[in-house]
């Protein structure tokens, strides 16, 4: 099979690379196409790859091109991770937002509207050029915002676009292992948007072992989650959220604590990563031995402003491993080979939320067959949660509005309704201030 991937320059290919090196079963991936508009960093990219595929048997075949169409057709699987704009676009986000008081955080308030405006356009390019030129593929979206990209994407691919997110599955991880459960054997209910959900249940064999946990105030300060939100909050919500809801539920601290960093995360991811395609370029280094010491640093800095605020501490150990990967993998599994599985997906949800209509895409289990990914059925969610998500899925289709028609209007209005812009005059400021500084968003008008 022939696996596309978009951004295919993009520092977190090798994982995906890495996870496909170790499928030895039917149906596999046998040629990697990587596209990228920036041929050097598909060179330092194809290096870390190769040296990757080093002494393993049969490896997926890699090639690279930045003609888009090339790349795309025969494709079986498309996977999107492109960064529009790059990390440079990304510092800008945070910056402009931060000026005006508000977070800048790429997938969440206004520099999630940022990337979004951006973002959407190109996807919506990508997926028109997809039903053309490979209509039988299966797309998998990494591209942030996953869950706003994934819905933009599906108006034209209708479910064969599916978004994928790490965060739900380590969440999930992390609470089974806590309560020394193994989470192969742990259904994760969990339910809201990408970067916006809750954990309600796990359940092992039938039984919900998640109050357990909430009932321990010992166990809940034990684990990443616990620690970021402390066991008093969890406690009242009654479930355990996404890491991303601190900035919701702790904006001013971390706003504060965002402005008051020596550099914004897109800065120094900007930095750091410019060093490694740099240093990667030179034939006498090892571009894998880079690539691995430059990703173990960007791992364990993650969230590292969110982290000082609750004094969390730092990361675990077993948590720097990454994990969105093994989903792709897993999905891709599911779909080729017919192998059931359940996941944590971003699909349309069909009605399996409520509050949202069918075509809304949410972040939901799934059960995932040759056929595709299906939502399983939710209970509803608590007044708080429905709320938040009803809020900002309502920002997301003014987002999908303004990348349509080119409105700015509709761009300040998505602005506004977002919980954390608390102003219609924050919200033209900022437009005024992104259509200065991103090239992307001079449709805007």
């Given at each position: 099979?022939?696996?596309?991937?978009?951004?295919?320059?993009?520092?977190?290919?090798?994982l995906?690379?890495?996870?496909?090196?170790?499928?030895?079963?039917?149906?596999?991936?046998?040629?990697?196409?990587?596209?990228?508009?920036?041929?050097?960093?598909?060179?330092?990219?194809?290096?870390?790859?190769?040296?990757?595929?080093?002494?393993?048997?049969?490896?997926?075949?890699?090639?690279?091109?930045?003609d888009?169409?090339?790349?795309?057709?025969?494709?079986?699987f498309?996977?999107?991770?492109?960064?529009?704009?790059?990390?440079?676009?990304?510092?800008?986000?945070?910056?402009?937002a931060?000026?005006?008081?508000?977070?800048?955080?790429?997938?969440?308030?206004?520099?999630?509207?940022?990337?979004?405006?951006r973002?959407?356009?190109?996807?919506?390019?990508?997926?028109?050029?997809?039903?053309?030129?490979?209509?039988?593929?299966?797309?998998?979206?990494?591209?942030?915002?996953?869950?706003?990209?994934?819905?933009?994407?599906?108006?034209?691919?209708?479910?064969?676009?599916?978004?994928i997110?790490?965060?739900?599955?380590g969440?999930?991880?992390?609470?089974?292992?806590?309560?020394?459960?193994?989470p192969?054997?742990a259904?994760?209910?969990?339910?809201?948007?990408?970067?916006?959900?809750?954990?309600?249940?796990?359940?092992?064999?039938?039984?919900?072992?998640?109050?357990?946990?909430?009932?321990?105030?010992?166990?809940?300060?034990?684990?990443?989650?616990g620690?970021?939100?402390?066991?008093?909050?969890?406690?009242?919500?009654?479930?355990?959220?996404?890491?991303?809801?601190?900035?919701?539920?702790?904006?001013?601290?971390?706003?504060?604590?965002?402005?008051?960093?020596?550099?914004?995360?897109?800065?120094?991811?900007?930095?750091?990563?410019?060093?490694?395609?740099?240093?990667?370029?030179?034939?006498?280094?090892?571009?894998?031995?880079?690539?691995?010491?430059?990703?173990?640093?960007?791992?364990?800095?993650?969230?590292?402003?969110?982290r000082?605020?609750?004094?969390?501490?730092?990361?675990?150990?077993?948590?720097?491993?990454?994990?969105?990967?093994?989903?792709?993998?897993?999905?891709?599994?599911?779909?080729?080979?017919?192998?059931?599985?359940?996941?944590?997906?971003?699909?349309?949800?069909?009605?399996?939320?409520?509050?949202?209509?069918?075509?809304?895409?949410?972040?939901?289990?799934?059960?995932?067959?040759?056929?595709?990914?299906?939502?399983?059925?939710?209970?509803?969610?608590?007044?708080?949660?429905?709320?938040?998500v009803?809020?900002?899925?309502?920002?997301?289709?003014?987002?999908?509005?303004?990348?349509?028609?080119?409105?700015?209007?509709?761009?300040?209005?998505?602005?506004?309704?977002?919980?954390?812009?608390?102003?219609?005059?924050?919200?033209?400021?900022?437009?005024?201030?992104?259509?200065?500084?991103?090239?992307?968003?001079?449709?805007?008008?």
């Amino acid at each position: 099979m022939r696996l596309t991937i978009l951004g295919g320059g993009g520092f977190r290919v090798p994982l995906v690379y890495g996870a496909l090196l170790g499928d030895r079963g039917e149906r596999r991936v046998t040629e990697v196409v990587l596209h990228d508009l920036d041929g050097d960093r598909l060179t330092a990219v194809a290096r870390v790859l190769a040296e990757q595929a080093a002494g393993v048997p049969d490896p997926p075949r890699v090639t690279a091109t930045t003609d888009l169409d090339a790349a795309l057709t025969g494709a079986d699987f498309v996977f999107s991770a492109i960064r529009v704009g790059g990390l440079a676009g990304r510092a800008e986000d945070e910056r402009v937002a931060l000026a005006e008081g508000v977070l800048g955080q790429e997938t969440v308030g206004a520099g999630g509207i940022a990337y979004g405006l951006r973002t959407v356009p190109v996807a919506v390019d990508i997926a028109r050029r997809v039903a053309r030129l490979a209509p039988d593929a299966w797309v998998i979206n990494f591209t942030n915002p996953a869950g706003l990209v994934t819905e933009a994407m599906s108006r034209h691919l209708g479910d064969r676009v599916i978004g994928i997110c790490d965060s739900p599955v380590g969440l999930g991880r992390r609470i089974a292992r806590t309560l020394g459960v193994d989470p192969r054997e742990a259904f994760v209910d969990y339910v809201g948007l990408n970067h916006l959900g809750w954990v309600r249940g796990l359940r092992v064999a039938g039984r919900d072992e998640l109050p357990r946990l909430l009932a321990d105030p010992a166990l809940l300060g034990s684990f990443e989650e616990g620690r970021l939100f402390g066991p008093d909050w969890l406690r009242a919500l009654g479930a355990i959220p996404n890491e991303y809801l601190h900035y919701y539920y702790f904006n001013r601290e971390t706003v504060r604590a965002y402005q008051a960093a020596e550099r914004t995360r897109g800065a120094f991811l900007r930095d750091q990563q410019a060093a490694f395609y740099a240093e990667a370029r030179d034939p006498g280094r090892s571009a894998l031995e880079l690539w691995e010491r430059t990703r173990a640093e960007r791992e364990a800095t993650y969230m590292a402003e969110n982290r000082e605020t609750a004094g969390a501490g730092d990361r675990a150990a077993e948590d720097l491993a990454g994990g969105y990967e093994q989903v792709a993998l897993d999905l891709m599994r599911a779909l080729a080979r017919g192998e059931r599985t359940t996941l944590i997906l971003n699909v349309r949800g069909g009605g399996t939320l409520a509050a949202l209509d069918a075509d809304a895409v949410i972040e939901v289990p799934c059960l995932v067959d040759a056929s595709g990914a299906r939502p399983l059925s939710a209970g509803p969610l608590p007044d708080h949660a429905t709320g938040l998500v009803c809020a900002v899925k309502a920002v997301e289709r003014e987002v999908l509005a303004a990348a349509e028609s080119g409105s700015r209007a509709r761009a300040v209005t998505a602005f506004a309704l977002h919980p954390l812009v608390d102003s219609v005059n924050v919200a033209r400021r900022l437009v005024d201030g992104y259509t200065a500084v991103h090239p992307g968003l001079a449709y805007l008008r």
